[in-house]
Every structure is written in C-alpha cells, then in structure tokens.
T-cell receptor
C-alpha cells in the first residue's frame, strides 16, 4: 500500500524567507505525486503535480517541487514566502496498482508566515 | 457548473440520525471520489467510482457508510445512525482519466457535526 509522510505538522517562516515543506513516499513503482493547498474554510486546490518527464515541477503561486526517486521525496519549495501563503499543504501519491487513479494523502503541514 | 459542487455545505445532526451528502462532479468526469477530513488529520479515502465499474469501497469505515452514483454523475454518501466520531469534513472529488496525468478536482466539502 502507498504511504506518504509529511515531516512537520506545523512550519513557520518569516515573510520573504524560503519555504520548504517535506514529503516522502513509499512505493515500489514510481507513482504520480501531487501537492494540494487548502486555505481556511475552503476545499483543496492543486498546486502542482509530477507524472512523467522533468523532475522539477513548477506550480502556481511561485511554488515548485522536485521528484527525487533515489530519496523517494517530493519536497515543496518557494524562494520567498508571502503572507498569502499561510494555509495547509497536503502531499499526495497515486497508486500505480490502481491505474494511478486513487490518491493517498499525507497528514498535512500547516504553514504560518511571520510578518 | 464549473467545479465540483457539494451540498449541504454545513450539516448539524443529532446522534443516531441518518444523513445524506450530495456531490455533483464536473461534467464529463468519469471518476468520483469521497474523502473524509477530520480535525487535525489528513484526508482519509472512503470510496471511488470509475465509470460503470464496481466501486472501490475499501475505505468505508463501517457498514453505516454507503455511497451510490446514479447515472454515472451525481453521487450521494449516506451515513446511517450517525455517531459523534463521524463529525468531519466530507470532500468529494472528480477527474477524467487520471492515468493520463489529468487532475483530480475537489469540492469545498460538506461540514458534518454530530451532536
């Protein structure tokens, strides 16, 4: 079964500082990987995804993530944090055994931006 | 509509009552998912429908939970004899051909409170 580990349930960074949210997965076959963001009282919005091809993926709002197969990681980064980035971030992995159509989510990381 | 639509957005019910949550997926999407998000936790997979195939019910927590999808479109998640631990946000999502790398889109959720 697939699993996703997000290190750090809460991360705080200063406005303008680097954002790094960690995600590791377990899968015997390279899966599809996703980052979703959830703003307060809203649904989940896709930030970016990796399916095939280039391992550095760029998403919305200046976020990017790099798929590193050797490390089974898909960490999310943004060079300079903005106050509007405060939200909950979820990493998700698809299950190749189900045609990549079923996602398993991590427990989420709440990002706080310090003015 | 343009996105995944869920109703009701908020529901307060008494313990022991049955509730129905509705999801209207994006037009043309063949796959439909239900997830549950409990306070401070990640997203828990409940059930997955794909076209006319038998649904994947492996995530349903008990036989009090059931879901159906009529005509390959609208879905209803039913919780019978609700318990306080059922209080959560129930998220519906839909997609078309995720195996080709397409995105899974989420609705804003139905917030269920069992008192």
């Amino acid at each position: 079964a697939q699993s996703v580990t997000q290190l750090g349930s809460h991360v705080s960074v200063s406005e303008g500082a680097l954002v790094l949210l960690r995600c590791n997965y377990s899968s015997s076959v390279p899966p599809y990987l996703f980052w979703y963001v959830q703003y307060p009282n809203q649904g989940l919005q896709l930030l970016l995804k990796y399916t095939t091809g280039a391992t550095l993926v760029k998403g919305i709002n200046g976020f990017e993530a790099e798929f590193k197969k050797s490390e089974t990681s898909f960490h999310l980064t943004k060079p300079s944090a903005h106050m509007s980035d405060a939200a909950e971030y979820f990493c998700a992995v698809s299950d190749p055994n189900f045609g990549n159509e079923k996602l398993t989510f991590g427990t989420g990381t709440r990002l706080t931006i310090i003015p | 509509g343009a996105g995944v639509s869920q109703s009701p957005s908020n529901k307060v019910t008494e313990k022991g009552k049955d509730v129905e949550l509705r999801c209207d997926p994006i037009s043309g999407h063949t796959a439909l998912y239900w997830y549950r998000q409990s306070l401070g936790q990640g997203l828990e997979f409940l059930i997955y429908f794909q076209g006319n195939s038998a649904p994947d019910k492996s995530g349903l927590p008990s036989d009090r939970f059931s879901a159906e999808r009529t005509g390959g479109s609208v879905s209803t998640l039913t919780i019978q004899r609700t318990q306080q631990e059922d209080s959560a946000v129930y998220l519906c999502a839909s997609s078309f051909d995720v195996s080709s790398g397409n995105t899974i889109y989420f609705g804003e959720g139905s917030w269920l409170t069992v008192v």
